[in-house]
Every structure is written in C-alpha cells, then in structure tokens.
C-alpha cells in the first residue's frame, strides 16, 4: 500500500532543499533566494505586516538582497516585523511556521512568476492583550541598528479629523497621560526617541507607506503632536524636528487579501504550503523624497525590470496624480459595483454601465483637477495604464475591500477633489459626478443592494453611517452636514455641490443606479 507524501510547509529548510544541486528542480517560475537570511541584520522595523507591505517594501528589499553585487553592502537592512493588534498576533503566528519566508505570486491575464522572500528575519512578539508591548519599545529605544521605522497602518490608523491631528481621541490622551507607558505605535515612537536623545544615541527615520496624501508630513504631525505634550516638551520637539526625517512618499500596488485559493494555487503550482500567500500585479511604484536621518538602502541601484524606483525633491505631484485617479477611480466604481452585485474591480471596469461611467468621471471632473507632474507623464496615458491594471482578471481585488473604511477613504480620495474644482470653478464647478460618488456611498449605506440583499457591516462607524443614510432618504442633505469630518466646511456647506448630491441620491432612489450612471456618462 502506497502512502501519499505530505506537501511541505514553506521554511528555510525547504528552500535549502529546493537548492541543492541534487534535489528535484524548482518549478517553473518560482525563484528562490539567492542570499543566506541568516546573514541580515535588524536595520529596518515595519508596522503593519499586511500584504501590502510584503508585496511592496519586503520584495524591494528580496530584490536588493538577490542582487550578488548589493548585498554585501545591504546586509544591515534586514527586516523586524512588529505591530500591536490581534491582526498583527495572528500573522506573526502564520509567518513564524515559515521562519518568517513568504510567496510573492505577480500575475496578470499572460504571466505569472512567483519568489520567496526572506527579507524579512523576525517578526516582535505582539502583546495586543496586556498592550505593553516591551519587545517592541525596546527594539525601539535601545537597538542601534534599526535605523529606519516604516509603517502601514491604513488611512484610519493615523488618529485624524479632517486631516488634521485629532489631539482628543481617547488613545492618544492615553499617551500623553501616560507617556512612559504609551499604547499607540506613535506613543511608543516619541517615548523611544526621548530614550534615545537622552542616552546619545542616534535617532531614526520615520517613513510611511500608507496611501495618504503627504504621509511624512502626517506622521510627523502626529509625533509632533504627542511630544508637544512631554515635560520637556519644547526641547524635545525642537530635537526631534532636528534630528528626526519624514520622508514623503507615493506608493503603488494593487494587492488583494489572501484568500484559500490563493493558498490552494501555491499548493498546485509550486508543491509547497504557504499560510499566507501574496498576489498581486506585476506593476509596482514608489517616489519617496530622499531623506533619511541615518542613511538607506541602495533602492537607487536596484536594476530590476520592474523596480520603477525614483528619488525626488517633492513627492506631491507624483503622490496627487496616483491618489485622485488610481485611488480616486477605486473609490468611485465600488459602490455602484456593490449595488449591482459585482464581486471584483476587474469586473466593475469592464461593465457595461460602470465601466463608461468611471472613464467619464476620470476624464470630466477627476483628471482636470490634477497638475501636470514634473517628468511630463500625459495624464490620459496615466489613465489607460490604471484602466489597464484595474482590468487585471487575476487580480481578484474584490470590492468589498475597496468599499471598506468608506468615512476614512472619502475625505483623502473624493472630497479634495470637489473642493478644488468648487475652489477653481466656483458656480461654473463640474461636480455632479463627485456627487453621484457620494450619493452612491451613501445608498450604499442604507444596507441593500438593489437586488434587495444585506450589505454587512463594512465601515468602522456604519452603525453612525446606516443611520445617517436612512435619514438622507428623505432629506438628503443630511449625509453632508451629519459629516463634517468627511466634508468638511467646503464642500459640506457647498450649495452647488449639495444640489447635485440632491438630484443623485434622488435619482439612484426612484430610477436605480444604472440609469443613474448612465445619464451621467451619456
């Protein structure tokens, strides 16, 4: 009687087995790494350990350390993984199986490749029940090496209120009150860099990888913001402000959750298990303002074909023309997307009603809002290759991961836009369409689709939001005042762009979201 053998767990013995010049091949398509992980060094500790930061800063960094004639003068840029919820408990546990490696799968409608990465070499113990996180603090006070902090926290996960610094939330007010015991990332950040001031020690870069608009500066205001708040806070500041980089950058790749399938292709394809896969598309960017207290990685160097690295003086150009029409297009096709039960991105832009409509808001009323950028990228050729990713059948990005976190999403991605074109256009402002977003967001939260279906819960505040939307049924208007944080005084207090939302939200309640679309796109 045969027995069937066990399909292996990914691990460093695995790769070292798949290495071995005796050991069956590696699978077409899959590449291993060709550097010792057991070489690195802790130089960069990441907050956040979601996919996009595997399928972003993690494989820039397997890139470098692939590259025989990088390594050596990269070894002390190893990745510390680290992060304070139940989320980031939960993957420490899937990726410690691995000895932290993990699969990279880039594919789209006519390729496919898939490497290892092990650029990461730890991932800090996370004490999201007590929450005293003393592996993280002292990895952040006390060791030398790391000498950049990056973060993905989400848009939400920067406490705050109209792009502004919210000072009065309740964890924040924890760390102010108790600043030797703080339990925000940022409390953590000021208390490790008073430690370090103190004790004469170099501090290090602050960088963000999140998808907001000007992200250094942000971070920066909000560590500003608690150490304005210490004893010493007027020295401490002024130090950190000497001493302490933000650097500004753009970031892109779309990259879905994992999913069992996903574990299911690696499984099929490539012989082993992997807890935690990450899919993605072949295209990435990044633009970060070249400014690091403690020096960086040879990023600059990196030759790979698709690296599309670049270093600049200002990031805003850049960052502008990728929010308002990459994350600005996402945000306006989910909803009607969800409405009418389509289940993935590549779907919504290849639909019949939802595809014209999203190329209409994008030419119309998004793209004349944006300046041209400096190395003369056409703004229309930008479009097509979004249209193009967004299309990408292998993807898989589901809509009700763009739908998600729509209060946070709304105020960095469509909101801006209204308020500039309402700034430049005044009555004459072309707006309807931003305010068919809304409406859009706005059913959306009364909870059913148009086939009659529940919506879940899909927003940290939707018990706030289902209300509010229930209430605009009848009064419309009660979705832009009931949010200022969303809208603001611009746009929420914006008879025109009130006007519109009025006649969309009406016109998606008594003739349906695709007529609605339509007579826009007409």
């Known amino acids: 009687m045969s027995t069937a053998t066990a399909t292996p767990t990914l691990s460093r013995g695995l790769v070292s087995s798949l290495k071995k010049e005796d050991s069956t091949a590696v699978p077409a398509g899959l590449t291993t790494p060709q550097y010792d992980p057991s070489l690195l060094k802790a130089g960069i500790l990441h907050l956040g350990v979601g996919n996009f930061h595997r399928s972003h800063l993690a494989t820039y960094m397997n890139d470098m350390f692939n590259d025989p004639s990088l390594f050596e003068a990269n070894q002390e840029w190893g990745i510390v993984g680290a992060g ?29 490749k898939a490497s290892i990465l092990a650029s990461m070499i730890d991932f800090l113990p996370v004490d999201h029940e007590k929450r005293e996180h003393k592996a993280l603090q002292d990895m952040l006070s006390c060791n030398a090496g790391i000498k950049i902090v990056s973060l993905t926290v989400t848009e939400g996960g920067y406490f705050l209120d109209n792009d502004h610094f919210n000072k009065a939330h309740p964890q924040i007010q924890h760390d102010i009150e108790n600043p030797d015991a703080p339990q925000t990332i940022f409390g953590m950040m000021v208390k490790a860099l008073k430690h370090r001031r103190d004790a004469g020690m170099k501090p290090f870069t602050i960088m963000s990888c999140d998808n907001i608009p000007h992200n250094g500066h942000v971070v920066q205001s909000v560590v500003l913001g ?111 997307a969800a409405l009418l039960g389509v289940g993935y991105v590549h779907e919504a832009v290849e639909h019949a009603v939802i595809g014209p409509f999203l190329d209409a808001l994008e030419c119309n009323e998004i793209i004349p809002t944006v300046p041209a950028v400096p190395d003369g990228t056409s703004l229309t050729d930008y479009w097509s290759l979004i249209h193009t990713r967004f299309a990408n059948p292998t993807i898989l990005d589901t809509i009700s991961r763009i739908c998600y976190d729509g209060a946070s999403r709304q105020p960095k991605f469509i909101v801006p836009v209204a308020a500039d074109a309402l700034k430049a256009n005044g009555e004459d402002a072309s707006v309807y369409g931003l305010a068919l977003v809304s409406a859009l967001w706005c059913r959306y939260c009364q909870g059913t689709t148009e086939s009659g279906e529940t919506i879940p819960a899909n927003d940290p505040e939707w018990d706030r939001l289902q209300s509010l939307a229930q209430q605009a049924k009848t009064e419309p208007s009660v979705w832009l005042t009931g949010l200022p944080e969303v809208y603001g005084d611009d746009v929420g207090k914006s008879s025109i762009f009130s006007a519109a939302f009025t006649k969309a939200l009406t016109s998606i309640q008594n003739d349906g979201v695709e007529f609605t679309l339509k007579a826009f796109s007409a």
């Open 226 to 336: 608690i150490a304005q708040e210490q004893a010493d806070s007027a020295t401490l500041v002024d130090w950190i402000k000497e001493n302490v980089t933000f650097p500004n950058s753009m970031v892109d790749r779309i990259t879905p959750g994992s999913t069992p399938a996903m574990r299911e292709h690696v499984e099929k394809v490539y012989g082993y298990n992997d807890a935690s896969p990450i899919f993605c598309e072949p295209f990435r960017q990044w633009t970060v303002q070249d400014s690091f207290c403690q020096g960086r990685p040879d990023w600059d160097k990196l030759t790979s074909g698709n690296a599309n690295i670049s270093f600049v003086d200002d990031v805003a150009p850049y960052e502008l023309m990728k929010i308002r029409i990459l994350n600005g297009g996402h945000a306006s096709l989910c909803y009607p």
């Open 84 to 112: 304070i919820l139940s989320f980031d408990a939960d993957k420490r546990k899937l990726l410690q199986g691995q000895d932290w490696m993990q699969t990279l799968v880039e594919r789209d409608a006519t390729s496919e």
